[in-house]
């Protein structure tokens, strides 16, 4: 059975997915759509950079700061360097912040293995919209997105759902589990970008 104390293997390898992701990233997609309705690839990007960002701040400090995260950068190679940089960051910050630390958010104290669960969904999911807006069709490993699996529930309830993911999309039973992840987040697993009229 899988435990909230995995939450820092899984957002290691949630980061290492959203890695793999990054070289798809090309200037002529940055104003195209994504799975996220009313994003573009920009903001997309700035999102996750954003994300990645907080939860690296909040695993090397121990506290999560209220000011909000500096604008990315507006050239698309900083962008995507940005990305690299902030997730190598976290990596670290995964392996090297004290086991049992926890994190400090407001007046709210929450467990970094609580916090790593729900920054590896953030950033999986995220870094597969990436995919998915670019045109590539790779997923979340099956392995990860199996452990997500397990979690995701607890995390994303019908109480904090709203104004973080959509409502959960049907997916067929034969369907993978990256497939069924990205589903159960309100994604279209075969969803693509919209053919260009001529």
Known sequence: MLTLTDG??????????????????????????????????RML????????????????????????AAAAPDAITDRVVALRL????????????????LV???????????????????VAVHAWDIAAACGSRQPIPSALAE??????????????RAGLFADPVPAPASSTPGDRLVALLGRHPAWQVPATPR
């Open 86 to 101: 902030r997730c190598a960051r976290l990596l670290t910050a995964c392996t090297t912040a004290p086991a049992g630390q």
């Open 45 to 68: 990007l700035d999102h996750l950079n954003e994300s990645v960002g907080v939860l690296a701040e909040g695993l090397a400090t121990g506290s999560l700061s209220a000011e909000p």
């Open 104 to 122: 400090t958010l407001g007046a709210y104290d929450l467990t970094a293995s609580l916090m790593s669960c729900a920054g590896a969904i953030e």
């Open 8 to 41: 820092r293997s899984q957002l290691e390898d949630a980061v290492r997915y959203a890695l793999a992701i990054s070289p798809h990233v090309t200037p002529d997609l940055l104003e195209g759509p994504t799975p996220c309705v009313s994003w573009d690839l």
């Open 147 to 160: 452990r997500m699996l397990q979690i995701a529930p607890l995390l994303v309830t019908d109480a904090t």
